[in-house]
């Protein structure tokens, strides 16, 4: 398996533009997660989805944060407008059922 | 208000001695703990867990630690590897939240040769 797929791997934006993250996850797996990584507050969960369903989006920031899940295979982070402050390392992950949590490799955003 | 805690940004041990990476946490609701390792430009990868119910558990050269009372966890890597440098995070969830992770800020261990 391939694992899970994030694109872009790295997005140079400037503030006030959209951003949108892409991730596939692993075939089979019916939770995925959206993470972002900052130095101030380490990694935090923003989102997560059960059968394509949005469970807890307790972690989305604001509401300049929107996440999708149109089918088991596909899941879009985006932020609208982008801020200089959401610069981060954002990690989808992926799992099957209350098993372990697989992670992509992360997209590196930075906002100018 | 960080519910996990490693105190440490970084650790550095010489090659063959023991690591120990430290974790504190302050929900008491927590039942579940997990070790993830990463690699520079990887997400993160699953390495051992721990389940309240106990107090240790060992996989290779990676054992974890659980202090209930003092709600505090630990991981030793013996020996230590050069392929072990990485940034290790700690994680804990409960049984009622079972996906939902919460991270500590991570700590990067250095092994060197």
């Known amino acids: 398996d391939a694992g899970v797929i994030q694109s872009p791997r790295h997005e140079v934006t400037e503030m006030g533009q959209e951003v949108t993250l892409r991730c596939k996850p692993i075939?089979?797996?019916?939770?995925l997660f959206w993470y972002r990584q900052t130095m101030m507050r380490g990694l935090e969960l923003l989102i997560y989805f059960n059968n394509n369903v949005p469970i807890d989006d307790s972690g989305m920031p604001e509401d300049r944060f929107s996440a999708k899940m149109p089918n088991a295979s596909f899941s879009t982070l985006k932020i609208q407008p982008s801020e200089p402050r959401d610069s981060a390392v954002y990690f989808c992950?992926?799992?099957?059922?209350?098993?372990?949590?697989?992670f992509g490799p992360g997209t590196r955003l930075l906002v100018l | 208000d960080q519910q996990v805690k490693q105190n440490s940004p970084s650790l550095s041990v010489q090659e063959g001695r023991i690591s120990i990476l430290n974790c504190d946490y302050t929900n008491s609701m927590f039942d579940y703990f997990l070790w993830y390792k990463k690699y520079p430009a990887e997400g993160p990868t699953f390495l051992i867990s721990i389940s309240s119910i106990k107090d240790k558990n060992e996989d290779g050269r990676f054992t974890v630690f659980l202090n209930k009372s003092a709600k505090h966890l630990s991981l030793h890597i013996v020996p230590s590897q050069p392929g072990d440098s990485a940034v290790y995070f700690c994680a804990a969830n409960t049984i009622q939240g079972a996906q939902k992770l919460v991270f500590g800020q991570g700590t990067r261990l250095t092994i060197n040769p």
């Open positions: 992950a992926s799992a099957q059922k209350q098993e372990t949590q697989y």
């Open positions: 075939s089979g797996h019916d939770y």
